[in-house]
């Protein structure tokens, strides 16, 4: 294996050396043909409810989120303390299938969620639809714990497991094994379709996208230079890791994510702390923003839409991603999976994303009027002013740097780190669709590696933006697949949790820890 590994490793520099002068040169020809092949697709799944700003794609994951959350009576409330103990461990049988623990594949998953999204998305979220869109946020959040109870619940169920003890599962397995256990037709189509979708999302939007924008971060503090060498650098880190399989990405994760996590809450917690006095204001801003709209663009419809759209495409609830991680856990109860994954968004939207909203909020980066107590439009009427006009991760480093000038280098390590962890993890997204698509194999694994890297230093070398305007959209195209099944099978999830809680009440299921 070492052989092939370093062979490999040989043949993926030496083509990612001559990638950064092939993606310059047909950087703009690629813009073009993308643009002009692909922007109906884009348009068609990020496209609004006609005579509104509302996306229909936002629309689709909030509804099944409701839905899922009223189906199995508010399952991410009730199983709170019970997914806490899983994560620890309480209930982990060492002999039990799968590759890795509750706690590692929450960790994978989170870090393929918790990302660039918390820090710029929240920014623009709140720069546009004001504070209330933060509760909005926190709303779909929670509702979006039981769209990820649902999915990972049957990853695991419908999961492959191999003789080697390693794990295939995921919405591909589910679509195709749990359709025709119902009878219900074209699962196999769906899942085809899902991997599609699948793969060119990871390779755009978990891969090119993240190293295009750690380098524009890494660039911003040490100076201008090109991005092929932050991609080789990447492409070399991310290679060693991904090549030693989910194992080796879930050792990474586990300490990448908690780290991150963790630098990045408590720094807001801190200019929070400082800020004590505001606290209250805060919130108050936040409520009333999101009934009343406090004269933001849009108003309380506008704070609605953007609250809604950031924890959509932030902890990606009903997108499936989450289920092909969740799925290598060791377990033999799927619902315990279930349980675990339905802190995801929690953590994602309901922590990180506020604390950004929080910081932003109480550090007077939004100009109001200080006569009607209303937030001042810019010119073209679209956003709120900010002190110093700044939007997206520009506006979230001035609000943390209002507190602690030297925070932009924090905030240029956390993205570096979000940006690689997202990538590893799609990487293992890409790869599970790919061998459902091509077969299993060690050959075949390696190729999509190797492709996966490749397409890292591409996008930390070239502007490719109708391609990562693509691959975003094919990320919620999964979505569009993913929820037609788990309306399909939720049934079978309820069965699961029915019979879990019972054996659970009746003390059958036991504490290992």
């Known amino acids: 294996m070492k052989k092939i590994s370093t062979a490999a490793f040989a043949a993926m520099v030496t083509l990612c050396a001559s990638a950064p002068a092939m993606a310059q040169s047909i950087d703009e020809q690629v813009n073009a043909l993308f643009a002009s092949s692909t922007g109906w697709f884009v348009s068609f799944i990020f496209s609004p409810f006609p005579g509104t700003s509302f996306p229909w794609i936002v629309a689709w994951l909030v509804v099944a989120a409701t839905v899922f959350t009223l189906y199995f009576g508010f399952i991410q409330f009730r199983a709170f303390p019970h997914s806490i103990a899983l994560v620890k461990g309480e209930y982990s049988d060492p002999n039990d299938a799968g590759e890795v623990s509750h706690f590692q594949a929450l960790a994978t998953a989170l870090s393929g969620t918790v990302g660039l ?254 006569n009607t107590g209303l937030y001042l439009l810019n010119e073209g009427g679209s956003a709120i002013q900010t002190v110093d006009g700044n939007s997206g991760v520009a506006l979230t480093s001035a609000a943390f740097s209002s507190a602690f000038g030297w925070f932009q280098y924090v905030l240029a390590i956390a993205v570096v780190l979000f940006a690689f962890s997202t990538m590893i993890s799609w990487s293992y997204y890409g790869l599970k669709a790919w061998t459902f698509l091509f077969g299993e194999g060690k050959a075949k694994e390696l190729v999509f590696k190797i492709l996966f890297c490749i397409f890292v230093v591409i996008g930390a070398a070239a502007s490719l933006g109708p391609v990562i305007d693509f691959s975003d959209a094919a990320i919620f195209a999964m979505a569009v697949v993913n929820i037609i099944a788990l309306y399909a099978l939720m049934p079978i999830v309820k069965k699961e949790l029915n019979s879990y809680l019972s054996r659970l009440k009746t003390g059958e299921i036991k504490k290992f820890a």
């Open 117 to 370: 999204g918390n820090i710029a998305g929240v920014a623009v979220a709140v720069g546009i639809g004001g504070p209330g869109a933060t509760f909005w946020m926190i709303l779909a959040g929670l509702m979006g714990m039981a769209s990820k109870f649902t999915e990972c619940t049957l990853g695991v169920k419908y999961r492959n497991e191999y003789a080697d003890g390693t794990v295939s599962g995921g919405p591909m397995y589910y679509m195709t094994k749990g359709f025709e256990e119902r009878g219900l037709p074209a699962g196999k189509f769906l899942a085809v379709l899902f991997a599609v979708f699948c793969i060119l999302g990871a390779l755009g939007g978990g891969n090119m996208f993240q190293a295009n924008q750690a380098h524009a971060q890494i660039a911003n503090v040490v100076g201008d230079y090109p991005g092929w060498i932050t991609g080789l650098v990447f492409a070399g880190i991310v290679f060693a890791v991904i090549v030693g399989g989910l194992k080796s990405i879930a050792s990474v994760t586990e300490k990448v994510v908690p780290f991150m996590g963790i630098l990045y809450v408590l720094t807001a917690l801190v200019i929070i702390g400082m800020n004590a006095d505001k606290i209250g204001w805060a919130f108050g801003q936040i409520i009333d923003g999101a009934f009343t709209g406090l004269g933001v663009a849009g108003g309380m419809v506008g704070a609605l839409i953007q609250g809604f759209k950031r924890a959509a495409f932030s902890n990606e609830a009903g997108v499936g991603s989450a289920a092909i991680a969740h799925s290598a856990v060791r377990t033999k109860e799927p619902i315990t999976e279930g349980f675990v994954s339905l802190l995801e968004p929690f953590i994602d939207t309901v922590v990180i994303c506020t604390m950004t909203a929080l910081v932003i909020i109480i550090t007077g980066q939004l100009v109001s009027d200080p």
